[in-house]
């Protein structure tokens, strides 16, 4: 079996500060690697994806994404984090089939 | 997601009552996921569709809840009996099968057993 962790539930930052949010999957085969964010109120969006070939993913509005397969680990990045980052985020793993698993979710929160 | 809905949006329902939720996806999306996705929780698996393949509905909680998909395009998660732990959030997403797998969400339907 496989899973998904998101070793913070809730991340507070200050705006303008660089954030790390962390995602650590285990699986013994290929995978691929997901990040969503749910803005309040609002549904599911795709932020960026690991498919394959280069391990740094950059996805919308900054965030960016390393894939490290030794550590199992695909954790997502913003340089300098701004109040409309303010949303939940959620890393998903899919194996080589239908199979996909999300994380419980970090709730990022960005204040002044 | 664009082109996703989901209707109700919203739904009270009393216990043991059955409730039945439609998604619409986009067209050409063969794919297609229903999540749950509880108070503070993230999205946990109900079932899949693909083309014209037998789902999967290895995540689907217990017989009272089933769902089916016709002609490829509408789905609908069907909820017998409705029990109170029940309530939650109820995802459709739309996905593509090959190449990048991504899954588009729709906006959900929001599940009240009283």
């Known amino acids: 079996a496989q899973s998904v962790t998101q070793l913070d539930s809730q991340v507070p930052v200050f705006e303008e500060a660089p954030v790390e949010l962390r995602c650590n999957y285990s699986s013994s085969v290929s995978v691929y690697l997901f990040w969503y964010v749910q803005y309040p109120n609002q549904g599911l969006q795709l932020l960026l994806k690991?498919?394959?070939?280069?391990?740094l993913v950059k996805g919308i509005n900054g965030f960016e994404a390393e894939f490290n397969k030794s550590q199992t680990s695909f954790h997502l990045r913003k340089p300098s984090v701004h109040i409309s980052d303010t949303a939940e985020y959620f890393c998903a793993v899919r194996l080589n089939n239908n199979d996909m698993r999300f994380g419980a979710g970090t709730r990022l929160t960005v204040k002044p | 997601g664009a082109g996703v809905s989901q209707s109700p949006s919203n739904k009270v329902t009393e216990k043991g009552k059955d409730v039945e939720l439609r998604c619409d996806p986009i067209?050409?999306?063969?794919?297609l996921y229903w999540y749950r996705q509880s108070l503070g929780q993230g999205l946990e698996f109900l079932i899949y569709f693909q083309g014209n393949s037998a789902p999967d509905k290895s995540g689907l909680p217990s017989d009272r809840f089933s769902a089916e998909r016709t002609g490829g395009s509408v789905s609908t998660l069907t909820i017998q009996r409705t029990q109170q732990e029940d309530s939650a959030v109820y995802l459709c997403?739309?996905?593509?099968?090959?190449?990048?797998?991504?899954?588009?969400f729709g906006p959900g339907t929001r599940l009240t057993v009283t």
């Open positions: 067209s050409g999306h063969t794919a």
């Open positions: 690991y498919l394959s070939g280069s391990t």
């Open positions: 997403a739309p996905a593509e099968a090959g190449g990048s797998y991504e899954q588009y």
